[in-house]
């Protein structure tokens, strides 16, 4: 029998509601002939309390300040959240005379490293469930998120973690499909906020979908992402809410024919900093950025520019957020003589747009058409990188919607291919 591995996150197992909603979108997978692998996160908001109470059972006599607490306890009371979904969803499923059974991490099992809080999956051996599956389980309904270390104790994979559950069992059961349950009907064009005339994508592929980060990070977790192009598992993203189809997230082979751009994406909250005139010698970016690193900085663009007279000046950007921690490990590495620059230049008042397309592989004239259509606007371009299926450029923020409309209208990202 084909297998369907079925994934509902927090808002699709809200409540006894969204449950019983669930069960008969799972009823009807039963109906068409599919073994079915369900995979549940906890109710929503439920994690986030959790955790607080672990940061509250961890404060000292302040009561301020959660203290050191041991991480194999924090995934012990977190996973129970994963484990009451599963339950209940089987006994609605049961009622509904569904041969269903709920399975913890542990029971699968699914194999992690030790790396608690944030662990990675080794192997699911699919014994256990194939033998249930050949007496009469039609569903099994596994706790997301949670698996068990090599010596025997509860893990968690890290916040957002079920969404990788559900792929690795994609994977290791051979499914035809992993449907991911959720809040939005799928992956489009661009934020539906910045322009009416985004448009639901029938089809991405996975690479679009990684480069997209800022549309589909919401949506799916970037690691399971990651994991389903490795395994080939084709991925399907639609709500939970009502029966319309989703966007397929799949190989490009399985994609015709596509747009030469996929889609725009922005970025608001960035920051470009420019190390002024430093010494144009070998090691000079492992200088800067080996502070920048160790401050936890995450640098995403970076520009070094023409040399003259043995000195350069180095762009890069990273979030708004980390600004001030930047500057200080700037500021720190020059005074410890490690480097030196004449001046840090800052612009915390930038965004990021990208266009992303696998058609850009065989298109010329994708940036150039970009670009000119910034210039069109008036549009000042601030720093530019490539991909060989994105580009990326920092605007000023306040162009940062305009920027998006006006692409996405260059583009035709409204029209199917
Ligand atoms: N319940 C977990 C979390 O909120 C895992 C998940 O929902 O994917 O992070
Ligand atoms: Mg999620």
Redesign the pocket.
Known sequence: MPRLVMKF??TSVADLERIRAAAVKIKREVDRGYQVIVVV??MSG???RLVGLVDQASMGADAKTPGFFDAREYDAV?AS??LVTSGLLAVVLQEMGIQARSWQGWQVPVNTTDDHGAARIESIPSDNLDAKFAEDMEVAVIA??QGVAPDGRVT??????????AVAFAAALNAERCDIYTDVDGIYTTDPRITAKARKLERIAFEEMLELASLGAKVL?TRSVELAMRNRVRLQVLSSFNDEPGTLVCAEEEIMESNVVTGVACSRDEAKMTLISVADRPGIAAAIFTPLADAGVIVDMIVQNISEDGRTDMTFSCPVADVPRAEKALEDAKARGEFNYRELDKDTDVAKVSIVGIGMRSHAGVAQKMFKNLADDGVNIKVITTSEIKVSVLVDRKYMELTVQSLHDAFELERTA
């Open positions: 996150g927090g996160s906890a439920e994690t986030n977190v959240g994963e997301g998120f968690t994979l890290g916040r957002g973690g079920s969404d990788t559950t977790q």
